[in-house]
């Protein structure tokens, strides 16, 4: 590694650390969103080069686009994956060609049909949410005597392994398949 304060690196190097800044899952969702828009697309008998349209176009084409869309099965896509949908769509379109779906002003259109369709697939049900239950007080309780309150007074590390335990069951709610297993506990 150089000893100066200031390197010069390759156009390959740039385009590396640009590329690295996205989550796998992110990648993956974006390619899904292109690829099903192409798909679209490609039923409807139009150029797949979407990229390339004006934004005229392709916002008339993303209207009929969030109307029409399903799974495979045929059934209403859920709000979020609507949500996911749009944003990989925006993401690609961003890096290729430098437009925002989502902001820019003749998207107008289309983004109106998008929220239609996000308001439809709650009013078809496919907009809820399954929460889990949250963590029992006897559990909770239990989990205290497995990680020892009795040596929190005395061992710093012990206080510690407390607080991060007491902080995770007050600050977010498990469902009882991510329970830990508190069944064989000597009291």
């Keep these: 590694m150089s000893s100066e304060r200031f390197v010069s690196l390759t156009e390959d190097e740039l385009r590396e650390i640009t590329d690295g800044k996205d989550a796998k899952s992110t990648k993956n969702s974006t390619k899904y969103a ?15 080069d979407f990229e390339n349209w ?20 045929g059934e209403l896509y859920k709000r979020t994956s609507l949500f996911s949908i749009r944003n990989g769509i925006n993401r690609y379109l961003s890096k290729t060609s430098s437009i925002n779906i989502t902001k820019d002003a003749e998207f107008d259109a289309s983004n109106d049909m998008f929220l239609s369709m996000c308001k439809y697939t709650v009013r078809e049900g496919k ?18 005597y497995v990680y020892g309150i009795q ?15 007491m902080f995770t069951f007050l600050s977010t709610r498990k469902g009882k398949s ?8 000597r009291h």
């Design 34 to 48: 292109a690829n099903t828009f192409r798909t679209y697309l490609r039923n409807k008998n139009l150029p797949e």
């Design 54 to 73: 004006s934004k005229a176009d392709l916002d008339s084409r993303l209207r009929c686009f969030y109307a029409d869309v399903r799974r495979a099965s």
């Design 127 to 144: 907009a809820s949410v399954v929460h889990k239950d949250g963590i029992e007080h006897s559990d909770i309780k239990k989990t205290i």
């Design 151 to 165: 040596y929190a007074y005395t061992n710093w590390f012990a206080k510690q392994s407390m607080v991060r335990v």
């Design 178 to 185: 991510e329970r830990i297993d508190t069944t064989n506990v």
